[in-house]
């Protein structure tokens, strides 16, 4: 769990809010809206490494 202790300290507080509290309906809104953030950076950041 090294990889964890590099997260920023937000991350570390959301993944600690899943694992604890967060309901089915918040780990399914979660989910897309990570997904989502992610797509769209990856996307991001492929357009920058082609140019």
Known sequence: ???FDQFP???KKLV???????SLDQLEQFK???DYAIE???IILKKMSQD
């Open 40 to 42: 769209k950076r990856i």
């Open 1 to 3: 769990m090294k990889e």
């Open 9 to 11: 300290k937000v991350m």
């Open 16 to 22: 600690r809010y899943i694992k604890q509290d967060a």
């Open 32 to 34: 897309k809206v990570l």
